[in-house]
C-alpha cells in the first residue's frame, strides 16, 4: 500500500515537472542569426558617355540558385559602400520582390554588355510586388534605396566587377 502511494506520488510529480517544462519550452523564442555582409568582389560604376567613375563599391556575388534566391533577405541594414551583384549564365529580362528583405533598395538591371539598361528604385522592404526588368539583363545590382538617384545613374552607364578568388 505505502509502495503504491509512492508511486502515485511519483508519477505526479513527473507530470508536474513535464507540464513546467514545456511551459518553458513555449515561451522561448528562437531569434534568427543575423546575415552579414561578405566581401566577395568589387564593382566600379563608370559614366556611359565619358567612362568618368561614379563610385567602386565592394560586393557579394549571388550567383548559385541558392543565393539568388536568398539575395539580401533577412539583413537588416548595408552600408553605402556595399551591395550585391546578382550574375545569371543567361540573358533574359528578370523579376524580383522583396520577400524577407528588410531594408528598401534600388534594383540596378545591367545587360551582357555591363551596361545599364533599367531600374526599380526605391523597392519596399518585404513587399511580394513584381519588380520587372523591362529589359533583357544578365545582371542585378541591389544597393541601398535612394543611391541611383544620388549617383546620378542613367541608363547607358556602365559596370566592371572581378570577384576574388580564393586559392587553398
Known sequence: M??????????????????????????STIKPAE?????????????GKND??????DIEI???????????MYRNSMKENQGMLFVFEDI?????????????LDLVFIDHNKTIVSFQENAKP??????????????????????????QLEVGDKIDYFEYKIVK
Open 2 to 27: 505505502i509502495f503504491l502511494n509512492y508511486t502515485k506520488i511519483g508519477i505526479a510529480v513527473l507530470l508536474l515537472i513535464s507540464l513546467i517544462s514545456c511551459k518553458e519550452s513555449k515561451r
Open 126 to 151: 518585404l513587399d511580394e510586388t513584381s519588380l520587372p526588368s523591362n529589359a533583357i539583363a544578365q545582371f542585378v545590382l541591389e544597393i541601398n534605396a535612394g543611391l541611383s538617384e544620388k549617383w
Open 62 to 72: 549571388a550567383k548559385s540558385e541558392y543565393d539568388i534566391q536568398t539575395g539580401l
Open 52 to 57: 568618368s567613375l561614379i563610385k567602386k563599391l
Open 92 to 104: 533574359r529580362e528578370r523579376s524580383f520582390y522583396m520577400k524577407n528583405t528588410r531594408i528598401p
Open 35 to 47: 546575415v552579414t555582409f561578405k566581401k566577395e568582389g568589387e564593382l566600379t560604376l563608370y559614366k
